[in-house]
């Protein structure tokens, strides 16, 4: 089993930035790709954001150039980094784990491993 923690959700006014963080514990061999994904009221849960543990990363063209993802092995943490937020950026923002091909990255079936969400609202 592999536990994710997120932290670092709050709310700021449009162009603002917020940095999330994600600590993975237990078996956390147990993946190879992690992922930020985001759900807001009566919206599918949607990836933003993800990471394989090579380094390599990839992201939703509605986050292209506003978003950065980075993880840090020594902590097994990957973070979010938010800048330029806008107001169609409020969800709820999950990290998840798994062991998957970096194409199916934005599938949320294909994660294993989830946190409980922290709270991202962006206000104009």
Do not use: H
């Not at 709050?10 to 162009?15: I, L, T």
């Not at 806008?86 to 998840?96: G, Q, S």
Request: aromatic share 14%.
């Amino acid at each position: 089993q592999v536990q994710m923690t997120e932290s670092g959700g709050g709310s700021v006014q449009a162009g603002g930035s917020l940095r999330l963080s994600c600590v993975a514990s237990g078996y956390t061999y147990n993946y190879n790709f992690l992922a930020w994904f985001r759900q807001a009221p009566g919206k599918e849960r949607e990836g933003v954001a993800g990471i394989r543990t090579d380094g390599s990363a990839v992201y939703d063209d509605s986050v292209k150039g506003r978003f950065q993802i980075s993880q840090d092995k020594a902590k097994n943490t990957v973070y979010l980094q938010m800048n330029s937020l806008k107001p169609e950026d409020t969800a709820m923002y999950y990290c998840a784990a798994g062991y998957l091909y970096s194409r199916n990255w934005s599938s949320a079936p294909n994660f294993g491993y989830w946190g409980q969400g922290t709270q991202v609202t962006v206000s104009s």
